[in-house]
């Protein structure tokens, strides 16, 4: 397994990202905190010179393993699950528009709070045909480039909508298609799974992407989860990829990613 964490070409409001500003100075950081790849936060692709944005992380000797959008729900609102049809439609194209940049990058398109929440006027039925229907389009068409897409489970507090590992395979299921995984994220599942380990081992080969930070949302090692626990399970799933850091920057940027890095490295090395 490797590193990673998240950072924005563009500002962000967003607590949970560790950098923020000048992105040529957040990667160089990012590289010499040691960590392998940085996730990639975008809002919209088409607004960024994406070459060099990907010249710029390669020629650092990082990869871009994944693409979080999160920025399109948060920054302005779009989601599968929005009463107004066009906006529904926007949030749809916005992803299309994501499957370059995370072909030329070899990233994993992640889905979060884009997928929407349950708006009081809307019958939770029809909330879920639309993510469903969202879902769907995104994947057949990210399947034409061969991308993948994951969304993650997130907490009751955010949304109604895929809080958990056994709703998220049901799920996948229900769309098909086997470019459709999950981004699981340990302060989400702190609040959501009965067993933390149990459920990394229920989602197996459909965990896409993996997030840490402890169950205060600030680095591992800051709180109460067992991250040693936690990693064997993943290991033993056959999870190969990418660990990224999104917690709260606290006490500073810097050392918090940091000591989330070197807390990590440490338990990975320790299994081997």
């Not at 997928?115 to 229907?133: C, L, N, S």
């Not at 991308?147 to 907490?155: C, G, H, K, Q």
């Not at 769309?175 to 989400?188: E, I, P, Q, S």
């Not at 800051?222 to 709260?248: C, M, P, Q, V, W």
């Amino acid at each position: 397994m490797k590193f990673c964490t998240c950072l924005s070409p563009e500002p962000v409001r967003f607590s949970a990202y560790p950098f923020k500003g000048d992105f040529a100075q957040n990667v160089e950081s990012i590289r010499n905190i040691g960590f392998d790849g940085i996730e990639l936060i975008v809002r919209d692709p088409g607004t960024l010179n994406q070459d060099a944005i990907i010249k710029l992380v390669h020629d650092a000797g990082m990869d871009i393993p994944a693409i979080g959008t999160g920025l399109a729900w948060g920054e302005e609102g779009l989601s599968f699950t929005d009463p107004d049809p066009e906006i529904r439609e926007k949030a749809v194209q916005r992803i299309f528009a994501h499957v370059p940049l995370a072909a030329k990058a070899g990233a994993v398109i992640v889905v979060g709070l884009l997928r929407g929440i349950v708006r009081p006027e809307v019958d939770p039925k029809t909330a879920d045909e639309w993510m469903f229907e969202g879902f769907s389009r995104c994947c057949r068409h990210a399947s034409d480039e061969g991308v993948r897409i994951a969304f993650e489970p997130i907490n009751r507090y955010e949304t109604s909508l895929l809080n958990g590992v056994d709703e998220g395979l049901e799920f996948i299921a229900e769309v098909g298609g086997d470019n459709l995984g999950m981004l699981l994220d340990t302060f989400h599942m702190n609040i959501e799974e009965p067993s933390i380990e149990k459920s990394i081992q229920k989602a197996g080969d459909r965990i896409f992407h993996f997030h840490y930070a402890d169950s205060n949302r600030w680095y591992p090692g800051a709180g109460h989860l067992d991250f040693h626990s936690i990693l064997t399970s993943l290991k033993d799933t056959g999870y190969s990829a990418y660990l990224s850091g999104e917690h709260r920057p606290d006490p500073e940027p810097a050392e918090a990613a940091r000591m989330g890095l070197e807390n990590m490295k440490k338990i990975l090395g320790e299994l081997q």
